[in-house]
């Protein structure tokens, strides 16, 4: 299920994805949606806050909610859906992690009724019940439904009436459950996993500067987290770039890497980079610390090579438009090539090496 946003989910004209974060109190609901926002971009609105904040506002609702949450009981569904729709109005967000809601049958058929959103999914937290307790009289907030007679209301309101929400969603398929008991960063790993499998978006990555680079053919390249690219493989002049997916950052390619690249080129296994001088029916493979192309084996099948894959120690090269691979032992010494043809009456047009391709 992706997080394609449902054409329902409409909020002020806007169409907007929620996911609804349950889980019992202390189960760390409110400490995993901040790392969340933080890596996915959603904005976080805990019912909880929203009905503290309505009680230091001072509004004609303070003294009701603020016996309502001394005893850790549910307050009415029109006053907490008033506050999230507001608080999503306000916000220039269209994802909303919403945190402790719907915490009854009551507040789902509410908001349902009110906002016409459904959740894209429930990220449910499930945790026992000595290490909520054990959280929460730790958690030095200094919230006053924190103690232990509060916390004891609290869970008995969870069980009998948040439970039943989860089970609700958990029939329409809805519910992700994450093992809460775990340390933070643990589960922060299973929420990620939930998250990336989910989010089925491009994320944008910083730009590439302009006029740095032509867009012509491009040959693109994974090694060692950073994708290297030309906009010209041959011996002509051409531009180069590296993108480090770590740092978020483009910079120049360095000379050396750039001059020689004058051919299809691939990395093995994301390590060692290979290419072919086209030209010359070279193999060569790059030296990071000298800058420069060290070669492996020459042959004239190689000339004119037009594209490559590597893997297992081998690189397949896509020769005499496409009418025969040559592939190269390179682990062998010294290397072997051999060449592998299409079937009769067809030609390569592209070539990929499955993870399964052995060297044996
Ligand atoms: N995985 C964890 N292991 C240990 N402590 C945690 C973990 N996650 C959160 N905590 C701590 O437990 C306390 C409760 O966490 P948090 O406020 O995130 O829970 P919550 O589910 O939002 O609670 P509530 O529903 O009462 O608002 C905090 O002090 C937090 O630092
Ligand atoms: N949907 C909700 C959410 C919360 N409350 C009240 O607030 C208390 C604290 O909530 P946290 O999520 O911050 O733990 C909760 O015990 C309720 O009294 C609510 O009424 N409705």
Redesign the pocket.
Known sequence: MGTAVDTQNMENGRKVTVIFVL??????????CANIVQNFGFTHL?A?DLLRAEIKSGSENGTMIQSMIKEGKIVPSEVTVKLLQLAMQESGNDKFLI??FPRNEENRETFESVTGIEPEFVLF?DCPEEEMEK??L????GREDDNLETIKKRFKVYMESSLPVVAYYSLKDKVRKID?????EA?FEDVKAIFNSTTEEWEKVSSLRVGRFSRETTDAIGWHGRLCMVNVKGDTAKQGAIYSAEQDLWGDMKEGMLSGWRGPAAAMDEEMIYLVDESKGVVRKYNEETDGWVDVVESDRLRGAQQMAARGGRLCVVCKDGSEIVVVDVMASPPQMWVVEPPQGFNVAAVHVLPRMSRT
């Open positions: 889980g019992g109190p202390g189960s760390g609901k409110g400490t995993q805990s909880g945190d402790g937290f959280r929460l730790t958690r030095n907030q809460a008991a775990k340390q933070a589960v």
